[in-house]
């Protein structure tokens, strides 16, 4: 099993900027592609943006592309998600995933992730 554990979650006003961090144990860090989705109320769960585990080949959701950066750090195991000029509409609950590389970085469904954390609240006021 693969333990997932996100924090820096928060409020912040609009334009502001938040940064996420995923802990991840139990497996070989490498050996997974990550990724972060959000949910708000009354909403499904949406892919925000992903990274593989190795060469980090980075892929984001068209509608956050140039605002947020997904990064990684092998050595410590933990992946981030850098969110800039923030919006009311980016208020949700956001979630790190997990799954094998050798699935497509492209299958942003979230029936393709096995592993998932329990997610930390991002509010933003406006």
């Known amino acids: 099993q693969l333990q997932l554990e996100e924090s820096g979650g928060g409020t912040v006003q609009a334009g502001g900027s938040l940064r996420l961090a995923c802990a991840a144990s139990?497996?070989?860090?490498?050996?997974?592609?990550m990724a972060w989705f959000r949910q708000s109320p009354g909403r499904e769960r949406e892919f925000v943006a992903a990274?593989?585990?190795?060469?980090?080949?980075?892929y984001y959701s068209e509608s956050e592309k140039g605002r947020f950066t997904i990064s990684r750090d092998n050595a410590e195991n933990t992946v981030y998600l850098q969110m800039n000029n923030l919006r009311p509409e980016d208020t949700a609950v956001y979630y790190c995933?997990?799954?094998?590389?050798?699935?497509?970085?492209?299958?942003?469904?979230?029936?393709?992730?096995?592993?998932w954390g329990q997610g930390t609240q991002v509010t933003v006021s406006s």
């Open positions: 139990g497996r070989t860090f490498v050996m997974y592609t």
């Open positions: 990274i593989r585990g190795i060469g980090g080949v980075t």
């Open positions: 995933a997990a799954k094998v590389n050798s699935r497509s970085i492209f299958d942003t469904s979230h029936s393709d992730f096995d592993y």
